[in-house]
Each structure stands twice: as C-alpha cells, then as structure tokens.
C-alpha cells in the first residue's frame, strides 16, 4: 500500500528519531528534496490488534517542525481559538477542512479496514473526529497537524501561519 522509498523511509526514520510508521507517502518536500509531510495510514496495525488513528498528515521537516513548536510556546494555539470564536468566515472555513480531512481519512482505509472499524463500533467516532482526533472543532490541538495539512492540501490555520509568519522550509540539500 506504501508509495515511499527505501530511502525516504530512512529519511524518515532519521527526522522522526524513530522507525516510520505506516507511511503511505510522501506528500511534500523540502527545496533539498527530502520528506516534508508524509500521509499515515489512518489504522494503527499492532501485535495486540489495531486502533484508529488520526492523524493522516505528518509534519515531518525538522526545522519547520521547531518553527512551528515555538509559535505553540508563544501561545498561539489559544489565540488562533480566539479568532475562530471572532471571526466567522475563518471558522466556516476551519469546519470545512475538518470534514474533507474526516472525509479523506475514511476513504484512506481500504473497504475491509472500513467494515472492521464498522462491527468495532468506531465509525461513527471516527467520523465526528476532525485532525488529530480532535472532538470540539472549536478548539485546535496543535498547529504542527494543521501546518502539515496546508501543506498536503488546504487548511485555513496553516495558510493564517504563512500570511502572518514566515515559516522557513530547509534549503539546503
């Protein structure tokens, strides 16, 4: 099912400090042309079973991963909530990119990883749960999940970064 490279997964593995997981492919590269944002499998295969997971875009990028984390120390999680609360075109905007993301994970899984998550009862969860499992599309749980969707597809919070922020990619191969 994996589109990735052997050594893009060893890319991988060296930015993530960790064996990639579930890895279907590489989304977005840097100028150097290493992985950027990779799209994950969105059920968890383990030895004691499977789980849902979330997550379906992974910010992988080192450096725009430590960008990004300074603007979440600098609070900037609480005050992009804030905007959403004020701002009703970024909200409508926000609640849209949270469906196609729902949207995009479901059709992600195959047809019988579909029916498994239908008999374990989890669709329904599943599908009311926007980026990063979060449940009340009022909040966000971290800016690292929507920086990598505006970078795979489309997402308000990501793009409102760049406009405001210059997040800087490596450039260097």
Request: net charge negative; glycine share 6%.
């Amino acid at each position: 099912m994996s589109h990735v490279s052997a050594s893009d997964l060893e890319v991988l593995r060296k930015q993530l400090g960790r064996q990639p997981r579930g890895v279907l492919s590489v989304e977005t590269r840097c100028p150097a042309g290493h992985p950027q944002v990779v799209k994950v499998y969105p059920l968890l295969k383990l030895a004691s079973g499977a789980e849902p997971f979330p997550t379906l875009f992974w910010l992988t990028c080192p450096g725009i991963i430590e960008q990004v984390s300074r603007l979440e120390h600098d609070g900037w999680i609480s005050k992009l909530e804030r905007f959403l609360q004020e701002d009703s075109v970024l909200r409508i905007s926000y609640e849209l990119n949270q469906r196609q993301y729902v949207a995009e994970r479901w059709e992600t899984l195959t047809a019988e990883d579909r029916h498994w998550m239908e008999a374990q009862g989890w669709s329904e969860g599943f599908a009311s749960r926007g980026i990063g499992g979060l449940a009340d599309w009022s909040r966000i749980k971290c800016l690292h999940l929507h920086y990598a969707h505006h970078l795979a597809r489309e997402n308000v919070i990501g793009q409102w970064l760049d406009e405001h922020f210059v997040i800087q990619p490596c450039a260097a191969p």
